[in-house]
């Protein structure tokens, strides 16, 4: 039996199977029992195959971290070498070009507070946002960017091709001419941007000079509007006065009267005298009707004065009342007409004054543009900014290595 568990088809206790070594075929003994070892536990070899299979998975592991983190570092670093050759070679440089103004006024009036806050009608130190908008709107319109066109070879200047036309041009000039309204300090920041010193400083220059010009205008318009209203009044006051005075006299020349209102007092007197006379003569004809002779030589003559003196009241009554000719209806149409002469007289007294204190209220009001600082250029370049341009070409070297760790991790075998 000792015999037959020690051929070589015989299993170890391991589970194996050993082979009967050369020379040692009858005893059948292993190589360990020969050199006289201990013989290696089936346990140990599992456990140094599986060390030696963590430690090639470590080592694909430590292989594949080592890829990543140079792929991630090559192409952040390549997007940054990219950006900063396009930033100092490649990238138009423009230098800028700073002015700051703001539109005054010479004079106070007396205007609400609202209307001197919002519009430039107020003048004092202070023009009002309304100048200030709408100069920051003229230097961006296509209106002062060919009145600019017409001073200055602006295509030249930047650097865009006469022949490609009103809209090229004026998205190059918009690109290059940037201005805001600061509403607190109440000041225009003109900004322009060309790609040379000497473009944008002149362009500056000449854009001061059009916002100054604009500004004039802007006042001259306004102090016009202002005394073309009062005038018009004026006008129409004249004309009023002088057709109330031409009917007066049309109706002095119609009537042959040249003051009815004189002439009834007149008459108004005489009927006063007349009554006066006539009660006189009355108490004289009395007197002697007392008597009681009819046959008193002064009877008729008492009579006879009563009887003139009642037909001339009468036909002094008559005059003043009676009839479309009497004196009470020539006074009522002359009246009339001389009471719209006299309103007509005073409206034009009143449109005269109103026209002269406008004349000297705007004779004082004046806008003017006050240049806070002159255009200077920069002599380093405002454009491209290194240092924004590293800061973008970093974000964008991270995304796009993380991109391109993605795709490798996608494409990789599973097996890995």
Known sequence: MQTAANTPNSTSEGGEATAAAPGNGARGETPEQVSGAEPEPATERAESRALVLARDVRERTLRRQRVR???????VFSTLAAVLAWGLWLAPHRYAAETRFSVRGTAVTAVSGAASLLGGTGGGPTAGFVDGFAVNDFLKSRDCMKMLAAKVDLAALLDVDPQAGGDALYKAYRSAVSTKFNMIEQENVLVVSAFSPQASEKIATNLVAMSQDFVNRMDAQGVQNMLDVDAAQL??????????????ANWRA?????DPEAETALVMTMIGQIEQELNTAKINYEKIRAFGNPQHPMLESAQMQVAALQRQLDAA?????????????????????????????NNLTAAREAYQRAYLETSRLRRYLSVISRPVAQDVPSTPDLWLLLLEGSLGGILLALVVMALLDFRRPASD
């Not at 983190?69 to 192409?75: D, K």
């Not at 119609?254 to 040249?258: A, E, G, M």
């Not at 008559?318 to 007289?345: D, H, I, P, W």
């Open 235 to 248: 006008r129409k006051a004249e004309d009023e006065a002088a057709k109330a005075t031409n009917a007066v």
């Open 317 to 345: 009554r008559g005059r003043l009342t009676n009839g479309v000719n009497s004196q009470a209806s020539q006074l009522r149409t002359y009246t009339q007409l001389k009471a719209a002469e006299t309103f007509a007289m």
């Open 254 to 258: 119609s009537n042959r009267n040249l």
């Open 69 to 75: 983190r140079a792929v991630f570092i090559g192409v």
